[in-house]
């Protein structure tokens, strides 16, 4: 069920399950970057979600006079996907629809997640094709997890994240609260933020307008650079210990076209904000890099 890909920088292993990355591995400096998927805390490690991002109020929706059940983060993480093209440093997976999936969404699709090596970053694009005869609502998003520390002499304390904003717009800071999002209002301080448990004592923090994040070492050189430019929401997660007061070893940062359910929503999918719409057989195209220092 794995797929491997490679180039004279990394070597990446996927899943078919949920067309998964599972394992970056730098060949230059020997680092592997991503978490281990460890199920005492979090037994993913790079899922994709769709055809929702986080939570639904009363994990339902409603749509032309229907009601739907949906969990958190949709479906498409739990289905395997077919390999459509291979080659030493690329890979396209596909999903198709074909009606097993209108239990809980009535639309036809097909999902291209394609990953492609340059250098020492990985380019994730996706494709969403609207098989229906109307226009389809959805949302999209990648929640990679990547392992903290990096280094044995390091701790997860000495990690920062450096968050640069999108030209022009003003980010928004939201919160989650039974896992639906309050918005706070206009992000202070936001640009550098240094990794503590005490950050996710409430879920993740959640961000509109960013355009590009770094996690760096301030004791090494290396970390990870994500550039997801246009998305409009971006989550940052690990896992919270309450008992002790601790995170995982991993921290997700979480580039999303669409966004959980707000407190107040009609439930209508067509109203959900954050959503999607894609007319009928239109392709919907969006891409983010990966880079490992």
Same mark, same amino acid.
């Given at each position: ?7 004279? %920088? ?20 020997? /680092? ?9 805390? %979090? ?13 639904? =109020? ?33 890979? +396209?997976?596909?999903?198709? +629809? ?26 994730? +694009? %996706? ?20 392992? /903290? ?70 004791? +090494? ?7 997801? =430019? ?25 580039? %999303? ?12 999918? =067509? ?23």
């Amino acid at each position: 069920m794995m797929v491997k890909i490679e180039n004279n %920088w990394l070597k990446v292993s996927i899943s078919r399950n949920g067309a998964e990355v599972r394992e970056v591995q730098h060949k230059k400096n020997g /680092l592997d970057y991503m978490w281990s998927g460890d199920s005492a805390y %979090w037994g993913r490690v790079s899922p994709v979600l769709f055809p929702i991002v986080g939570s639904l =109020k009363e994990n339902q929706y409603h749509l032309d006079g229907n009601t739907y059940k949906m969990s958190q983060h949709g479906f498409l993480r739990d289905n395997v996907f077919e390999v459509d093209k291979q080659e030493t440093d690329s890979v +396209s997976f596909v999903i198709e +629809s074909a009606g097993q999936f209108t239990d809980v969404y009535p639309y036809e699709f097909k999902v291209y997640i394609h990953y492609k090596l340059k250098e020492d970053s990985l380019i994730v +694009s %996706w494709e969403i094709v609207n098989e229906n005869k109307e226009e389809m609502y959805f949302s999209i998003g990648a929640h990679p997890a990547f392992k /903290l520390p990096l280094l044995e002499n390091e701790k997860i304390e000495d990690y920062i994240l450096k968050l640069t904003p999108a030209s022009n717009k003003e980010v928004i800071e939201y919160e989650l609260k039974d896992s639906l999002i309050h918005e706070k209002g206009p992000a202070q301080d936001f640009h550098k933020i240094s990794l503590t448990p005490s950050l996710f004592a409430q879920d993740a923090l959640v961000y509109s307008h960013i355009d590009h994040m770094r996690l760096t070492s301030q004791k +090494s050189s290396h970390g990870v650079e994500l550039t997801f =430019k246009d998305f409009p929401f971006v989550g940052i997660w690990s896992k919270y210990n309450e008992t002790d007061r601790t995170m995982a070893s991993f921290v997700c940062i979480e580039p %999303w076209y669409g966004i959980a359910d707000t407190h107040d929503t009609s439930g209508n999918l =067509k109203e959900k904000f954050g959503v999607n719409r894609l007319e009928a057989g239109e392709t919907f195209q969006v891409e983010y890099g990966m880079k490992f220092n």
